[in-house]
């Protein structure tokens, strides 16, 4: 069995530095995927805490990822950035990959903004447009709650018939409409893959196949370990090209955050709309 108390005693000792560095007690997280950091550039009131200061906090080493905490106030209320994220495909274990998920519920987090980008499978999402998940395909073959169970965290077997809070998503489509952005927003299924190497065009068609609407390397052990806990959990993805043979597109990093770049005003502007009504 893998042993996991040692991670409570971990997660508490960094809850410990974050409150030495900050009075504010965040309601909401937002943990920021690929390109899409200046996002955290709104927030009054901030505090910089990067990650290397944070102990047990693994560092990010993706492309497109700073590696820092902020926690700063946005229309009046108190919310925690995690500007970057670790990723499975970098080494890390499902539950390093966690570990800051779970520092922002013991920080009192309450709301759960998880971003990422994305490869669009369904025809409506193959220019650059955002998905809403309304559910996700764990196609990563792990699972953040495998070892014995945090009992202070949440129970053994979570049920996830409703991993994507319905009240976010309906906040979501809201400010979507009073947006009347260009930008499409859409929602889907996220389907999420190990990486590093993007998928096969046969791998894409069997995900079309399995119900999956928008594809990536992130997200889902989040989600879970987030929902473990009874965090309202939201997912927005940027849709940064077609999937796999899908499109006669390149699929590359630059290719995916120079695209995530096009439509990043908007996510901002999105996500500091859904915080307003949360
Ligand atoms: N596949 C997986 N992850 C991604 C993609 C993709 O096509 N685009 C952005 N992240």
Do not use: C
């Amino acid at each position: 069995m893998i042993p996991n108390e040692h991670w409570y005693e971990e997660l508490m000792q960094a809850v410990r530095v974050i409150k030495s560095k900050t009075e504010l007690v965040p309601q909401i997280g937002v943990i920021l995927g690929s390109g899409l950091g200046s996002v955290a550039d709104a927030l009054e009131d901030a505090v910089h805490i990067p990650y290397s200061e944070i102990p047990h906090m693994p560092q990010s080493t993706a492309p497109g990822h700073a590696g820092e905490l902020v926690i700063g106030k946005l229309h009046g209320k108190v919310v925690a950035f995690l500007k970057g994220r670790v990723h499975l495909y970098e080494g890390y274990s499902p539950q390093e990959v966690v570990f800051a998920t779970r520092l922002l519920h013991l920080l009192q987090v309450k709301s759960l903004i998880i971003t990422n980008a994305a490869g669009g499978i369904r025809e409506d999402l193959h220019g650059p447009s955002v998905m809403i998940a309304d559910d996700h395909i764990n196609f990563q073959g792990q699972n953040p709650l495998v070892g014995q169970n945090i009992d202070e965290l949440g129970e053994r077997f979570p049920d996830m018939r409703e991993t994507y809070s319905l009240r976010l998503r309906d906040i979501a489509d809201k400010v979507v409409n009073d947006l009347k952005s260009e930008i499409p927003v859409a929602h889907g299924v996220y389907i999420s893959v190990l990486g590093p190497s993007f998928e096969t065009p046969a791998e894409i068609r069997a995900f079309r196949a399995l119900g999956a609407d928008a594809v990536g390397m992130s997200s889902v052990p989040e989600a879970i370990a987030a929902h473990h806990m009874g965090l309202d959990v939201l997912m927005l993805s940027t849709i940064s090209n077609a999937a796999a043979g899908l499109s006669d597109e390149v699929l590359n990093v630059e290719h995916t955050l120079n695209q995530v770049a096009k439509i990043a005003p908007f996510v901002q502007t999105l996500i500091q709309g859904i915080i307003a009504e949360l």
